[in-house]
């Protein structure tokens, strides 16, 4: 794929996604953006930031989040998916980060691995809302990238990093963030036409 012609599809694609609010953003504090990243996993964003600001308002800090009753965080998430085991380890992240990182989130992704819940997709989305130039691979990246021919893989690691490869550094942050809207806007027969289009003019 020429990274050319990469660009202005992504560009493309910016222009046709919605401006719609994300799960890891709108938040004021780094392990709020954490925890709401951990908790959109396999559910939609809108639902996610609805819960995430039910949590937050129970839990205004971190150490209250830490210090409070699994059945309370479990009945507060329980309208995403996975809640029993989100529930875990939002518990389990909240006291490592208070125990063992002065309740800093760490900015170093080997770092962030090693936290409960938190995989490669997580750790990069997080970090590129902190600034950073990471690409956090979901569904809609992966199966976006792919459409497009980006890449032929379908690991995410692999994915990761064809799209590194393809794109400058400082488009990095910018990947997700535009796959993602652009994912969310349409239904899957929709977004496949426009893909199709889009492979074929641009």
């Known amino acids: 794929m020429n990274q050319k012609r990469a660009l202005k599809q992504l560009r493309e694609l910016k222009k046709l996604g919605s401006k719609l609010r994300l799960a890891a953003q709108g938040w004021h504090k ?3 953006i954490l925890i709401s990243t951990m908790l959109s996993a396999r559910t939609r964003d809108t ?5 995430s600001n039910v949590l937050y308002k129970k839990y205004p800090s971190l150490k209250k989040l830490a210090k409070s009753n699994i059945d309370n965080i479990k009945d507060i998430i329980k309208p995403i998916n996975y809640y029993k085991t989100k529930s875990k380890n939002v518990l389990n ?3 490592i980060l208070i125990n063992e990182y002065n309740e800093k989130v760490p900015l170093d992704i080997e770092q962030l691995l090693k936290l409960p819940g938190v995989g490669r997709k997580t750790a990069n989305i997080f970090l590129s809302q902190m600034g950073k130039q990471t690409i956090g691979v979901d569904t809609h990246v992966s199966f976006i990238s792919q459409k497009l021919g980006w890449t032929k ?3 995410p690691y692999k994915i990761e990093e064809d799209l590194k490869r393809l794109f400058p550094k400082k488009y990095w942050k910018q990947v997700n963030l535009i796959l993602v809207r652009f994912g969310q806007t349409y239904s899957k027969n929709k977004k496949e036409e426009i893909l199709k289009t889009i492979k074929k003019v641009i």
Request: some cysteine; glycine content about 0%; charged content about 30%.
């Open 153 to 155: 893989n379908k690991k």
């Open 30 to 32: 780094p392990w709020q």
């Open 93 to 95: 992240c909240s006291k």
């Open 47 to 51: 639902k996610t930031i609805a819960v």
